[in-house]
């Protein structure tokens, strides 16, 4: 069990620019969530992949975020024109089934200049 | 918005027992009550869950009030690691084959030498 991947640590973009972070679960996990944490708050709800399918969305994700679990198996979440609003953690977590905790990769921090 | 509420801050001396408060007076009959714990610039962290009754792991142990409105989390040896913020969550309701958490703010716990 390797945990929780996410790819890059950081990021530093100029508003306007797309950015695209990718998420691997551990690999028997068959869902895969995104949360999203400012300075000073807990982690907010994005989205919720079972396998392939993006079956919830929280209203925060807006036109601009889109994200994907092509084949099952790692994700990523995109957002173009980004925003100095989207400067936040972005948290991947996954869990092999509905009840019992989540487990949470070490996250995205976006920084937007 | 949460579901529960916490103080935003506690101190622990170190080698003593850390207990953590948390009202969820609005908690449903089936909704279990979890605890995440987040160290600086990690993830969030899995401690334990529990439904009704107390509850002991490795970590930590969990005790829910008769009616179900309030739980401590108990870690009982605390050391400088357990220096954290701690997160109370009802999790909320089954959508998508799924539950979602619902952060609030948190117990910023603060182990002292």
């Known amino acids: 069990d390797t945990g929780v991947s996410q790819d890059p640590r950081h990021k530093i973009t100029k508003r306007g620019q797309n950015v695209t972070f990718r998420c691997d679960p551990i690999s028997e996990h068959n869902r895969l969530y995104w949360y999203r944490q400012t300075l000073g708050q807990g982690p907010e709800f994005l989205t919720y992949?079972?396998?392939?399918?993006?079956?919830?969305k929280s209203r925060l994700l807006s036109d601009r975020f889109s994200a994907e679990r092509p084949k099952g198996s790692f994700s990523t979440l995109e957002i173009q024109r980004t925003e100095q609003g989207d400067s936040a953690m972005y948290l991947c977590?996954?869990?092999?089934?509905?009840?019992?905790?989540?487990?949470f990769g070490s996250g995205t921090r976006l920084t937007v200049v | 918005d949460a579901k529960t509420t916490q103080p935003p801050s506690m101190d622990c001396a170190e080698g003593r027992a850390a207990n953590l408060p948390c009202n969820h007076s609005?908690?449903?009959?089936?909704?279990?009550v979890y605890w995440y714990r987040q160290i600086h610039s990690q993830g969030p962290q899995y401690i334990i869950h529990?439904?009704?009754n107390n509850e002991t792991n490795e970590m930590a142990s969990l005790i829910i009030t008769e009616d179900r409105k309030s739980s401590t989390l108990i870690l009982p040896h605390a050391t400088l690691r357990d220096t954290a913020v701690y997160y109370c969550i009802v999790r909320v309701g089954y959508t998508s084959g799924t539950y979602k958490y619902i952060f609030g703010t948190g117990t910023r716990l603060k182990v002292l030498a």
């Open positions: 977590a996954s869990s092999s089934r509905a009840r019992g905790g989540y487990t």
């Open positions: 609005t908690i449903s009959g089936n909704e279990y």
């Open positions: 529990g439904l009704k």
């Open positions: 992949f079972q396998n392939e399918a993006q079956l919830e």
